[in-house]
């Protein structure tokens, strides 16, 4: 028997069913898009961490073939050609026996910088933060 609502010519959704569906799409997408941004910067991060691997790297060649460290990108052989996402690496505290690289960049549009800085005491770069909550642009702390 038919549903008394509904006559026999009808056929389709009603505008609460609808209604529903769009309810449950905006609350999965409110919970799938800030995921997915936070993981489209962490693999932005990627280059950062991998750059600065390739300079502590070409440091340790250039010092033991000229007994010192040099704060050139291209005398260390990290010529970046191409689009990268993090600005041009930048020494400071270069001297025989010390340097700090440093590489920026604001991947995601907000005030917080992404910055990743290495000495030549560590193999692995570091992450920093310069926002006040001290979180990071995927909004984990530093």
Not at 47 to 73: Q, R
Request: glycine residues 6%.
């Amino acid at each position: 028997m038919p549903s008394p609502s509904r006559s026999r010519g009808d056929a389709g959704f009603t505008l609460i069913e609808l209604m529903i569906v769009v309810a449950i799409i905006g609350v999965l997408a409110a919970i799938a898009i800030p995921l997915y941004n936070s993981h489209i910067v962490k693999s932005k991060q990627v280059e950062a961490a991998t750059t600065l691997s390739t300079v502590y790297t070409n440091e340790v060649l250039y010092l033991s073939e000229n007994g010192t460290y040099s704060g050139d990108p291209v005398a260390i052989g990290m010529d970046m050609n191409g689009k990268q996402l993090y600005s041009a690496i930048a020494f400071t505290n270069v001297t025989a026996n010390t340097y700090t690289a440093t590489i920026t960049a604001d991947l995601d549009g907000d005030a917080t910088v992404d910055e990743w800085v290495l000495t030549e005491a560590n193999k692995a770069p570091v992450h920093t933060c310069n926002d006040a909550n001290n979180l990071d642009d995927t909004g984990n702390p530093c």
